[in-house]
Nanobody, 127 residues
Framework: QVQLVESGGGLVQAGGSLRLSCAAS????????MGWFRQAPGKEREIVSA????????YYADSVKGRFTISRDNAKNTLYLQMNNLKPEDTGVYYC????????????????????WGQGTQVTVSS
């Protein structure tokens, strides 16, 4: 079965950086788009960034453009999210997710498009 395991979260001051990782197993990682979502307390889960199966066509939410960078290493079955210049509003649980379908040309950005989810990693940004 598919397993997604996030790591790299933590407590950081505003302006700091974190790098999240998501180790994937169970399906051929390089065939599927991947996404990062986050959920703040009392709010719905929202897309942060997504990347196509071949590393192209990256998507970023407006709130993180210019600060976050998504990448993937298909040889290591791992997804990354480099987060710079963090803000208190970036606080939340960050989840990685895998697309339901392989080789999709465009990345999708809604939670229902992703069929597999990790357990999440907490990111807390203090002001």
């Amino acid at each position: 079965q598919v397993q997604l395991v996030e790591s790299g979260g933590g407590l950081v001051q505003a302006g700091g950086s974190l790098r999240l990782s998501c180790a994937a197993s169970g399906r051929t990682f390089s065939n599927y788009a991947m996404g990062w979502f986050r959920q703040a307390p009392g709010k719905e889960r929202e897309i942060v960034s997504a990347i196509r199966w071949d590393g192209g066509n990256a998507y970023y939410a407006d709130s993180v453009k210019g600060r976050f960078t998504i990448s993937r290493d298909n040889a290591k079955n791992t997804l990354y999210l480099q987060m710079n210049n963090l803000k208190p509003e970036d606080t939340g649980v960050y989840y990685c997710a895998q697309d339901r379908r392989a080789w999709r040309v465009v990345v999708l950005t809604t939670t229902t498009d992703y069929g597999y989810w990790g357990q999440g990693t907490q990111v807390t940004v203090s002001s």
